[in-house]
């Protein structure tokens, strides 16, 4: 087997798992995992606005950790942690008054 050939296969043979595992979650969700809870249907309802006002929100957040003496890495998890709840909780506020 030439170069060629054994690069191919290696290629192949590496994609297998990831079309496995885009087509085993896609299954596994759309049958075990369908359900919605209230907060997962608030979100939902709420995610346009999230969306939209996520813009504003999020360099809030990271302008408030800027001048902190902690690792790049925790500045995210601190700033995604606190944004993304924060953005829906503002989306949601802002939606229900328009009943949109």
């Not at 809870?37 to 408030?64: C, E, W």
Request: charged share 10%.
């Amino acid at each position: 087997m030439g170069e060629t050939a054994t690069a191919v296969f290696r290629v192949v043979w590496e994609s297998l798992p990831s079309i496995g595992l885009c087509i085993g979650l896609t299954v596994l969700f759309r049958e075990r995992l369908d359900s919605q809870g209230r907060t997962g249907k608030a979100m939902a309802q709420s995610q346009y606005a999230a969306y939209i006002l996520h813009v504003p929100v999020v360099p809030l957040f990271q302008a408030m950790v800027l001048g902190t003496a902690l690792p790049p890495f925790a500045k995210f998890s601190l700033v995604t942690l606190v944004a993304v709840p924060a953005t829906f909780l503002i989306s949601n506020w802002v939606r229900m008054p328009l009943h949109i």
